[in-house]
């Protein structure tokens, strides 16, 4: 049996394509090494006599070859066990990367099932809202909350079924034990908060339910229908697609969760997130803020349309998308010009979501823009020599000029000229900068050796 060695374990070089089969490099180094380390048999034809003399020799020596662990595990087995069926037997201990790549691709078209769900349901209940205040569209409004429901079932379909491929993934890499389940990982309760998020959703049974809600700002009442509210609910689903595209990243993939598992740290999207924000930092911010900015317009838009008055033209327009939008970037930029506010509870709730959203977005981009402006130690080391070569250009001129002020004094005062006070302190003033730049060129040296690429 021959294999060679790999960054992420030991395979099999005449059955592997690709990937191939990755085991774990140690355990199965550690038996071969013990079978190999006498040149006088071949570990496949040893017979079982030779294999027990092997064994009790090199448990005298075990203290010296360090591979104490091994022996203790062989000396459980039967003394007359061969290299190769030592191999079999502990085949199943190590990972099948075709096996777990077909595990993870049946994840992965799980999540892209899931994206295009959460997208439509989505989708049509944005296109529902507009049409239900159209009264010639009433009965697309109709079909599409009919639409809405029947993707929400599908939705929840796909969940469970997403969540049972990613259990059957993790098990293949033993992560998981065979007989583990969403309840004893506790998956199961993430599972259910989606279930329970999605739930509820416009439909045609709620499509008459209204109920009574108080503005606080103009002390009176107003109505809003069940389906507006529940529309609230499908704001959950950016959530969901964010999290999908992030599974979808490279740095979710098998290599990176291989990489991963070898260094100790586990895979969750967390670690995701910080390698977007270090690989492409203004695109993944620059992305977060339009979700936020559309997401949080159209939920205000929600909340605060019952209140607009067409007839007064003075009146906060929040039927106007863009008037929600310009509400939403003021509040995540923290300026708040106070031309648009939220009147109503929920309104409000929006707006304060908002404001610690841009909080999180504008924090992130201001400090991504100072490492984008800090120099790397190449940019500082050039950096550093060009001051250096200015400042020796500096003293040249200074000294050029303290010398020639100098001379030009002492040839006044041999002809008898008194020299003017402003021009002794210019040329003192003149000597202590020099001196400056001095001080100032002897740092930048000492900077700059402390400076390693």
Known sequence: ?????????IRDAQESRGLGDVYKRQEYMGIHNYFMRSNQVSPACASPSEQISKESKEVRHSSQTGDEWTLKNLRKQAKSLT????????????????????YF??????????????????????????????DSKKHISDALLVMITITAIGQNILRVTRYKAMLSYFKRRRVYSSNATLASTGHLKFLLIEIALNIPHPNI????????????????????TLNEFLNLFQLHQIFIICRM????SYYFNQSAQRVMSMMGLQSNYLFVVKSLLKSKPFTFLGIN???????????????????????????????????????????????????????????????????MWGLIVFSLLVTTVMNFITMDPIESKVYTIIERLRSKRKMKNQSQRIIAEAF???????????????????????????KNTITNYRAMVHELSLIHI
């Not at 049996?1 to 374990?9: K, M, T």
């Not at 290299?83 to 077909?102: A, C, G, L």
């Not at 691709?105 to 159209?134: C, D, H, P, R, V």
Request: hydrophobic share 45%; proline share 3%; glycine share 6%.
């Open 408 to 434: 030009r004094m002492k040839a006044l005062r041999r002809r008898g000229i008194e020299v003017k006070d402003k021009e002794v302190s210019d040329l003192h003033l003149s000597i202590n900068e020099f």
């Open 289 to 355: 803020l339009l979700i936020g900015v559309f997401m949080f317009s159209f939920a205000l838009r929600i909340c605060e349309r019952r209140l607009t008055n067409p007839d007064d033209p003075l009146d906060m327009d929040f039927g106007n998308y863009w008037n929600c939008i310009w509400n939403i970037v003021i509040t995540m930029s923290t300026i708040g010009f106070g031309d648009y506010y939220p009147r109503t509870i929920p309104g409000r709730v929006v707006i304060a979501l908002t404001g």
């Open 245 to 248: 595209i992030l599974t979808l």
């Open 205 to 224: 049974v709620t499509r008459d339910v209204n109920f009574t809600l108080f503005s606080p700002v103009l002390k009176r009442s107003y109505t809003q």
């Open 83 to 102: 290299f190769n069926t030592i191999v079999k037997q502990n085949v199943n201990k190590w990972e099948n990367s075709r096996v777990t790549n077909f």
């Open 105 to 134: 691709e049946n994840w992965k078209l799980k999540e892209i099932g899931g994206l295009i769900f959460s997208m439509l349901t989505f989708g049509l209940s944005a296109i529902q809202y507009e049409l239900q205040y159209i």
């Open 1 to 9: 049996i021959f294999f060679f060695q790999a960054e992420d374990g």
